[in-house]
């Protein structure tokens, strides 16, 4: 059995960045293995994707295994050693502090994006707190969920070196065939509005603590005809993008 991670992303690297913000359109994607994930997010990365590598992410998940049942849910993780032995998500150890039991981490989102119909998302960012350092995680207009403490990381004790928005998934190949588990509606990038999944107002924070339009943001489909994306911009949205997939179908066997 091969366990793979696929992602469609939109990145930017190179900088110092002290946090970022999208809002995350939710969908309840199929998810058809009982160990696989589906998961659109933001990634505040810092270190190399050696075992050094320190992320802090927050987003909407789909994962029977942690829940016990497929709808969305806000979920936090972080990691020091590229998801070896720290981190995790949510409450289940120390490292994340909450602040405000307005948000019940982990709870399921409600109501959720359908298929030619009305569509919602979340507002969430992550930023770091000039004084102390810590890292804070925002959701809605303004409601501060808590904080990662400085302390827990290396590399992200000063700043990040790369922001991720996207989505991932988990494909076990259990039978030897790629997962029919979806990715953010389950349509590809093109089918656009009400139909694919996307981010909108993507924003970063620069060093002076400003929520700016990400600089030179570049796309990343690693198994495309699995799961695509497609960037876009207007006067209203801002910096935008479509992305997610069906998984298996004849071009993705």
């Known amino acids: 059995m091969l366990l793979r991670v696929k992602h469609a992303v939109a990145f930017v690297n190179g900088d110092q960045y002290y946090g970022a913000k999208a809002s995350i359109n939710v969908w309840a994607p ?7 994930f589906s998961l659109s997010q933001i990634w505040v990365i810092s270190g190399s994707f050696g075992n050094d590598l320190n992320t802090i ?3 909407w998940q789909v994962s029977p295994q942690l829940y016990g049942d497929n ?3 806000f979920f936090t993780y972080w990691t020091t050693d590229a998801y070896q032995t720290t981190g995790c998500y949510n409450l289940f150890c120390s490292g994340f502090v909450q602040t405000n039991r307005r948000i019940a981490i982990g709870a399921a989102i409600s109501p959720r994006s359908s298929y030619n119909g009305r569509q919602f998302d979340i507002s969430v960012m992550i930023w770091k707190d000039p004084k102390h350092g810590h890292w804070w995680l925002q959701f809605g207009s303004g409601l501060l969920v808590g904080y990662w403490p400085a302390f827990i990381f290396s590399h992200l004790r000063n700043h990040a070196n ?3 928005f996207g989505g991932e998934i988990v494909n076990f190949r ?3 065939i790629h997962t029919a588990t979806q990715m953010g509606s389950g349509h590809f990038s093109g089918e656009g509005f009400r139909k694919a999944s996307y981010f909108r107002n ?3 924070v620069d060093w002076d603590n400003n929520l700016i339009p990400p600089q030179n943001l570049r796309l990343l489909a ?3 005809n699995c799961y695509d994306i497609r960037q876009g911009r207007n ?3 801002g910096m935008y993008f479509y992305y997610g997939g069906p998984g298996r179908n004849v071009r993705c066997p």
Not at 30 to 36: A, F, N, P, W
């Open 202 to 204: 993507l924003q970063v």
């Open 30 to 36: 199929r998810v058809t293995e009982q160990y696989e």
């Open 162 to 164: 790369m922001i991720q």
């Open 235 to 237: 006067s209203v949205w």
């Open 174 to 176: 259990s039978r030897g």
């Open 57 to 59: 992410e927050a987003g």
């Open 71 to 73: 709808n969305p849910r």
């Open 222 to 224: 690693d198994h495309p």
